[in-house]
C-alpha cells in the first residue's frame, strides 16, 4: 500500500488520517488528488457511490475533519424538502464561521435566492480563496425534489463564480440519476464493498480494552465465518460482535480455557451465533432481549419472536368475508357457478379449461373482483343468512384499513368498489380452522 | 358497527331537555322526570364501574410498557462509557403494541397511555395518526406540534407567546427538534436547584415518546424516512417508539425492509385478548347485584353476536348496554321501580292509579293473578293499596331471586366449563344465554352435562366443590347457609372415603401379587374374573357419592336457575325488546331502502299506498313506481319502453278508457316527472347511463322479479 502523499498537507496530517481509514487508502489518495491544493479550483462535482456501508459518509467525514477542509455535511433524508436543504446549507455555513448566537434565519426558497445567499455566505466567512466542500449524503433523495435542485447541485461553482465543489454521495449508480435535459456529468467515483479480510481488519481494530487484539480477532474470525455470508454491512457486524463477545468470553471468565484454547471456544459460541443469526440478526426479538436472554442463560426458545405471533383474532364474519375475499381474488370468475352453486350442472372438461389450470393461480397473484361478487360468495359460504348489514360492509372498509384487503380504483362512485386480497394462504389456512 | 369510528358519545342524554323529551314523547307525565334521573344516576354507576374494570384490565399492560420504557435509555446512561456500548450500534427502543383487531377500542388505551406516561415519566409524548401524516413533512409538523405545545403544559405560562410566535415559522426539521430539547431540558434542569419542581417525578432526562396510533395505515416511506432520520440522532434525542398494531407484529416485516428494522430495538407487548375483555365486562357488569336493571336473554343475545360476529368492540358492547337502559327508561313507565330496594318501598306508595293500572296491564302480573284465589284476584284487580304491597312483595322476591341466581349459575359454571366439550358452552356468558332462554334442565345439553358430570374424577369433584363452598359463602343471599352446609357435609365424606380407600390398599397389593404369577393361562383367568366382578359390582362408595352430589347440583339449579321470565313482574327489572336493539345497532341500509322503495307504506304510513304482492300501485311516489318497473328488467334498460311502461301506470287510475290518440304523445309533464324518478334512482347508485347501447341504461344490481 502506498502511503498518502500530497504535497499540499503536513505529512503528519496523512499518517494520521491513513491510519483512520483502513482499507480505503486508494480511494483516499484519489480524492486527494482531485481536490488539489486548498486555494486551488477542483473538478465542480464529485459523486461517489458504493453499496451499504462502504465506508463513504465516514470517509469523507474523515477526510475533511482532519485536514480542516471548510465544508458543510447534509443528509437529504433528513431535510426532506428543497428549502430544509437549502437553508441548512446556509445555517452551517454562517454557524460554523461566527461564533455567536444562532445567525437570524433567512428564509431560502429558491436555487435562485440560494445562490446569492451562499456567495455572502462565502465572503462573510473569507472563504473567497478555499475550496468549500458540500457534501450530500444520500443524495438520491434529491431525485424526489424539484427538477432544478440537482443540476443546480452539479453546476454549482458555475453558477456561484466561487470556489466550491459538491460531493453527492449515493448507494446508487449515476446513470440512474441522471436528469434528461443536459447536465453536467459529475465525476464519478466508486467505493467497492470490503472484501472479508478488509472486514477481518476493521473489526479487529477496536477490541476491548481488557482482551489482547490477538483474542478478540479470533472471535472475529468466527463471527465473520457465521455471518458473512448473510450479512456483509460493517455496522451490523460490529453491532453483532459486541453483543456476542460476552458469551465468547464466558469459558475464560469461568477459568475453563485459556484465551489461547481457540477450539473450545469456537465450541462454545458457534450454536450461539447460529442462532443469533435466526433471531437478533432479523430482529425477531430486540438486541436487548438477546442480551438479557444471554444473562440469564435462557433458552432462546422461551423468547418467541416476531413472526411467531402470526395467528390474528377476526370476528365472525370478518373471517368469512376475508375467505371469501380471497376465493374471489384467485378463483377466475367462470368457476363460481361451479363452486359455489348447488346445482351447477355437469362439469364439462374443456381443452381451454385445461391449458389455463395448468399455471397456478397463486403464482399469478391475487386478481381484483366487484364488491358484489365478495358479497355473493359471501353469501354462499356462510351456512345461516347473512343480512347485508351496515355492519358488514364497515368490516369490509375495516379490512381495508388492516391492509388485509386493499381497494383498487375508487375513482368512480357508482361503479362498485374494487379490492384485491393482500393475505396469504397460510393466513387464510389459519383462519379458516 | 365493526372499527367505524363513531361520533364522540351521545350528547342526547346530557342536554337539560332530555327530561322533557322523556315526558313530552309519553303521555303518562307523572312519573318520567323521576325515571329520568333514575337512569341517569344508573348509568353513572355503571360507566364508573366499567372505567374501572377497563383500568383493571389494562393495567399490567400499561406497567409492562413503562419498565421497559424505564430500562431503553437509562442503561446508555449509565455505562455509556463501557466498550460494548460504544462498539454496539445504538437501536432506537421500540415497543410494538399489539392491540387485536377492534380499533375502536384502541383510542381509549391510548389515551390511559398518554396519561400515565404524561403523569409519570415524560411531559414530551406525542400520538400521530395515520391520517394526519400522509407524508414526513406533515408528520415532523404533527409531531413538532404535540411535543412544543406539551412543553407549555409543563412550563409556565409566561413565555406562551414566544413559542407561539416561534411555532408558525418554525423550520419542521429534526434539528430545530433537537435544539428545542436541548433548551427545555436545560432549563428544567436549572431550575431544580432554586426550586421543588412539580415534575420530579420525571425522568431525568426525560424520553421523548412517539406514538403510531395505527400502524398498519402509515405509509411505508413516511415511517422508513421518519425511523431513519431519529435514528441517526439518537444520541441528541432519547426517543422511544411505540407501535399500535392491530393485526400482527409480521406487519413491522412487512412495512419496513431490514436496513430499516435493523434500526430498532422492537419488544413486542400483548394486551387482553376481546374476548376476554368481554368476558370480564359481563361479569362484572350483568352479573352481579349492585344494579337494579337487566338484561333479557334475547337482548343480551343481540348484543353478544354483534360483538362476536361484527365488531369485537368492548366499547360498542357497552354503548348498546347504554342503549338498553335508555330505551327501558324511555318506553317501559313502570321502570320508576327498576330502582335499589332501598327506594322501593316509597316509590311504591307514590304510585299513581294509572300507574297501578300499568302494572295490572302487564302480562306477568296477569299470569299470576289468574293463579290466585277468587277474593285476592279481585283484591289485586280492584284495591291499589293491596296491589301496592303485593307489587313490593313480588318485588322483593325478584331482587332475592337474582342474587341467588348469580350464585347458583357461578356453581353450575364451575362444573360445566371444566366437561369435556363444555355441552353448556365454555363461558360463563353461554350459560347464562341459555338459562334466561327457558328452563335449562330440560334442554339435551343439561342432560348430557349432568351425565359427564357423573364421571368425574374424584379430586375434580373436591376442587370444584370447595369454589362452589366459596361462590355461596361470598354472595350475599342468605339462603344458601344450608346448601353450604351440605356441600361441606359432602366434601367432609369425600375426605372419609379417601381413609376408608387407604386402608383398603392392602387388599390390593394382594391382587397385584396374584398378577405376578408368570403363568399366562391362570393370569387371563384371573384378568377376566376381575372384570366380571368389576361388571356386576354394586356402585363403589364413592360413585354412589357422586351421584348425591350431582343430583344435589341438579336440584340447585330447578329451584334457582328458573328463566327471568317465568317471574311476575320481570318486566320492570328485565328489558328484552330485542327488536328495537336491533335495529338501532344493526342497521341493514340496503334492505331499508328497499322496503322504502318497494313497499312505501312501511315508513309513510299512508293508507292509500297499502298495496299486496306485485302489483303497482299508481299512488306510490314516482320513484317508486319507476323502481319496482326496473325490477322486471334486464341487465340494460330501454329508457323508452320504461318510459311507457311508467305512463302505463301513472295514467291507470286517471283515465281508464284512455284513448289510443293520447297514448302516442308523451304528457309533458309525466315525461318530467319519469325523468326525475330515473335521475333519484341513478344518485341513489341503482342505475347508470350505459355506453354500449344508445338510449339505455345499466343496472347496477341484481335479482329482483
Redesign the interface.
Known amino acids: 500500500m502506498p502511503n498518502l502523499e500530497h504535497p499540499a498537507y503536513p505529512a503528519d496530517a496523512l499518517l494520521h488520517l491513513e491510519s483512520l481509514v483502513p482499507c480505503r487508502e486508494s480511494q483516499v489518495s484519489m480524492l486527494l488528488s482531485i481536490f488539489g491544493e486548498r486555494q486551488q479550483f477542483s473538478f465542480p462535482s464529485v459523486f461517489i457511490y458504493g453499496h ?1 456501508s462502504s465506508g463513504k459518509t465516514y470517509v469523507m467525514q474523515t477526510l475533511l475533519n482532519t485536514l480542516q477542509l471548510p465544508h458543510v455535511f447534509v ?1 437529504c ?5 428543497s428549502r ?1 436543504l437549502l ?2 446549507i446556509l445555517i452551517q455555513l454562517q454557524s460554523s464561521s461566527s461564533e455567536t448566537e444562532q445567525t437570524s ?1 433567512v428564509p431560502c426558497d429558491t436555487v435562485n435566492d440560494f445562490v446569492r445567499l451562499f456567495k455572502q455566505a462565502v465572503v462573510s466567512r473569507g472563504l473567497q480563496d478555499q475550496t468549500l466542500y458540500i457534501v450530500l449524503d444520500r443524495a438520491e433523495q434529491l431525485r424526489e425534489m424539484e427538477a432544478n435542485i440537482l443540476p443546480a447541485f452539479l453546476r454549482l461553482q458555475e453558477l456561484t463564480d466561487s470556489n466550491v465543489t459538491v460531493v453527492l454521495l449515493s448507494e446508487i449508480v449515476w446513470e440512474l440519476f441522471r436528469p434528461n435535459v443536459g447536465c453536467f456529468d459529475p465525476l464519478t467515483l466508486y467505493f467497492p464493498d470490503y472484501s472479508i479480510g478488509h472486514l477481518q481488519k476493521i473489526l479487529s481494530r ?1 477490541h ?2 481488557e482482551y489482547t487484539a490477538d483474542f478478540y480477532a479470533a472471535y472475529i474470525n468466527i463471527l465473520l465465518g457465521v455471518f458473512y455470508m448473510v450479512c456483509r454491512d460493517l ?2 457486524l ?2 453483532l ?3 456476542n ?2 458469551k465468547y468470553c464466558e469459558p475464560v471468565v469461568r477459568g475453563e480455557a485459556n484465551e489461547r484454547d481457540t477450539r473450545k471456544l469456537w465450541k462454545n459460541i458457534e450454536p450461539h451465533l447460529k442462532k443469533a443469526m435466526q433471531t437478533v440478526y ?2 425477531e426479538i ?4 438477546w442480551e438479557r436472554l444471554q444473562h440469564d442463560d435462557g433458552e432462546p426458545g422461551q423468547l418467541k419472536g ?2 411467531a ?10 373471517k368469512f368475508l376475508l375467505i371469501a375475499a380471497y376465493l374471489a381474488s384467485y378463483n377466475p370468475v367462470r368457476t363460481d357457478k361451479r363452486f359455489f352453486l348447488k346445482h351447477h350442472g355437469k362439469i364439462r372438461k374443456t381443452n381451454f379449461m385445461k391449458k389455463h389450470e395448468k399455471t397456478s393461480n397463486h403464482l399469478l397473484g391475487p386478481k381484483p373482483f366487484p364488491l ?1 361478487r365478495l358479497l355473493a360468495i359471501l353469501y354462499s359460504i356462510v351456512d345461516n343468512r347473512v ?9 369490509i ?2 379490512l381495508v ?4 384487503l386493499s381497494m383498487i380504483g375508487q375513482n368512480d ?4 368498489p374494487r379490492y384485491k386480497c393482500t393475505v396469504s394462504l397460510d393466513f387464510i389456512r389459519a383462519i379458516a380452522r | ?4 369510528f363513531k361520533p364522540s358519545a351521545k350528547k342526547r342524554r346530557l342536554s337539560h331537555g332530555t327530561a322533557h323529551d322523556f315526558r313530552n314523547r309519553n303521555d303518562k307525565s307523572e312519573d318520567a322526570e323521576l325515571r329520568f334521573f333514575t337512569c341517569q344516576s344508573l348509568w353513572n354507576q355503571i360507566k364508573s364501574e366499567t372505567e374501572k374494570v377497563q383500568e383493571d384490565l389494562n393495567k399490567q399492560l400499561l406497567d409492562n410498557l413503562v419498565s421497559f420504557l424505564s ?2 435509555h437509562l ?1 446508555f446512561q449509565e455505562k455509556a462509557t463501557e ?2 456500548c ?4 445504538r ?1 432506537i ?2 415497543a ?1 403494541l ?1 392491540l ?2 377492534n ?1 375502536t377500542d384502541h383510542d381509549l388505551t391510548f389515551r390511559s397511555l398518554s396519561d400515565l406516561l404524561q403523569n409519570n415519566i415524560t411531559p414530551y409524548v406525542a400520538l400521530l395518526e395515520a391520517k394526519d401524516c400522509p407524508g ?2 406533515n408528520l415532523m409538523q404533527k409531531l413538532m406540534g404535540q411535543l412544543m405545545n406539551c412543553s407549555i403544559d409543563a412550563d409556565s405560562l409566561e413565555d406562551e407567546d414566544y413559542v407561539q410566535v416561534s411555532q408558525s ?1 418554525i ?5 430545530s427538534l433537537i435544539k428545542w430539547y436541548k433548551s427545555v431540558t436545560e432549563k428544567t434542569d436549572s431550575e431544580t436547584p432554586s426550586q421543588k419542581r412539580t415534575s420530579s417525578t420525571y425522568w431525568q432526562p426525560p424520553p421523548v415518546v412517539v406514538i403510531f396510533k ?1 400502524m ?2 402509515f405509509t411505508t416511506k413516511v415511517l422508513q ?1 421518519f425511523i ?2 431519529s435514528s ?1 440522532h439518537i444520541h441528541e434525542l432519547p426517543l422511544v417508539l411505540i407501535f399500535g398494531i ?8 412487512r412495512l419496513l425492509p ?2 430499516v ?2 434500526l ?5 407487548f ?1 394486551s387482553l ?3 376476554e375483555h368481554l368476558s370480564t365486562v359481563i361479569d362484572k357488569l350483568l352479573l352481579s347485584d349492585q344494579f337494579p336493571f337487566k338484561l333479557g336473554e334475547k337482548v343480551l343475545q343481540v348484543l353478544i353476536n ?7 368492540s368492548v366499547q360498542n358492547f357497552i354503548k348498546g348496554f347504554q342503549l338498553c337502559i335508555l330505551e327501558h327508561f324511555f318506553s317501559q313507565p313502570l321502570s320508576v321501580l327498576c330502582c335499589q330496594l332501598v327506594d322501593l318501598k316509597k316509590r311504591i306508595n307514590s304510585l299513581s292509579h294509572d300507574q297501578c293500572e300499568n302494572i295490572r296491564r302487564l302480562p306477568s302480573f296477569r299470569r299470576y293473578v289468574e293463579k290466585q284465589e277468587s277474593g285476592k284476584q279481585i283484591a289485586l284487580l280492584t284495591t291499589d293499596n293491596f296491589l301496592k304491597e303485593e307489587t313490593e312483595r313480588l318485588l322483593e322476591d325478584l331482587h332475592v331471586y337474582h342474587y341467588n341466581y348469580i350464585s347458583v349459575l357461578r356453581c353450575l359454571h364451575v362444573f360445566t366449563s371444566s366437561l369435556p366439550k363444555y355441552p353448556l358452552g365454555k363461558q360463563i356468558r353461554d350459560l347464562h344465554c341459555a338459562c334466561l332462554e327457558n328452563q335449562v334442565w330440560e334442554t339435551e345439553e343439561y342432560e348430557s352435562s349432568l351425565q359427564l358430570a357423573r364421571m368425574l374424577n374424584k379430586s375434580d369433584l373436591v376442587t370444584m366443590l370447595q369454589q362452589c363452598v366459596e361462590i355461596l359463602l361470598s354472595s350475599s343471599g342468605k339462603e344458601f347457609d344450608k346448601t353450604v352446609e351440605k356441600l361441606k357435609e359432602f366434601l367432609t365424606q369425600f375426605q372419609n372415603l379417601e381413609e376408608a380407600f387407604q386402608e383398603r390398599d392392602g387388599s390390593i397389593s394382594s391382587q397385584k401379587e396374584l398378577q405376578k404369577k408368570t403363568d399366562l393361562y391362570h393370569l387371563q383367568k384371573t384378568l377376566l374374573e376381575l372384570k366380571e366382578s368389576r361388571r356386576s359390582k354394586k356402585l363403589t362408595k364413592f360413585e354412589m357419592l357422586r351421584f348425591e352430589v350431582v343430583d344435589y347440583i341438579d336440584c340447585l339449579v330447578r329451584k334457582y336457575l328458573v328463566p327471568a321470565d317465568h317471574r311476575t313482574l320481570h318486566e320492570i327489572l328485565y328489558f328484552n325488546t330485542a327488536t328495537v336493539l336491533r335495529g338501532h345497532l ?6 331499508a331502502l328497499h322496503t322504502a322503495l318497494n313497499n312505501p307504506h312501511w315508513y309513510l304510513k299512508n293508507q292509500v299506498l297499502k298495496c299486496d304482492g306485485g302489483s303497482i300501485s299508481n299512488k306510490a311516489p314516482d320513484i317508486c313506481i319507476v323502481y319496482k318497473l326496473h325490477l322486471e328488467c334486464g341487465r340494460l334498460i330501454n329508457l323508452v319502453d320504461w318510459l311507457e311502461a311508467f305512463t302505463t301506470v301513472v295514467m291507470a287510475a286517471e283515465a281508464p278508457d284512455a284513448d289510443t290518440a293520447s297514448s302516442d304523445q308523451v304528457d309533458d309533464i309525466i315525461h318530467a316527472r319519469f325523468i326525475r324518478a330515473v335521475s333519484e334512482l ?1 344518485l341513489l ?1 341503482f342505475i ?1 347511463p350505459s355506453k354500449q347501447k344508445t338510449d339505455h341504461v345499466a343496472r ?1 344490481t ?1 335479482g329482483g322479479c
Open positions: 451499504t443528509n433524508v433528513e431535510y426532506f424538502t430544509l437553508e441548512e434565519h477496536n476491548p480494552p455496522k451490523e460490529r453491532h460482535a459486541a453483543l463477545f460476552s432479523l430482529r430486540s438486541s436487548s432481549q416476531l413472526s405471533h402470526t395467528h390474528m383474532e377476526l370476528p365472525y364474519y370478518s358484489d343480512a347485508p348489514t351496515a355492519n358488514i360492509f364497515s368490516q372498509t375495516s384499513t388492516l391492509q388485509l362512485q357508482l361503479e362498485g | 358497527g365493526c372499527f367505524v430500562r431503553s442503561k466498550w460494548t460504544q462498539m454496539k450500534f437501536e427502543p421500540t410494538a399489539v387485536g383487531v380499533v414526513i413533512k415559522r423550520r419542521c426539521s429534526m434539528s395505527d398498519e395505515s424516512d431513519v432520520i441517526q392491530a393485526t400482527s407484529p409480521m406487519i413491522i416485516h431490514h436496513s428494522s435493523s430498532l430495538c422492537i419488544e413486542l400483548q385478548s376481546c374476548k354483534l360483538f362476536l360476529y361484527h365488531d369485537f344493526n342497521a341493514a341500509p340496503r334492505t341513478e347508485g347508470k347496477l341484481w
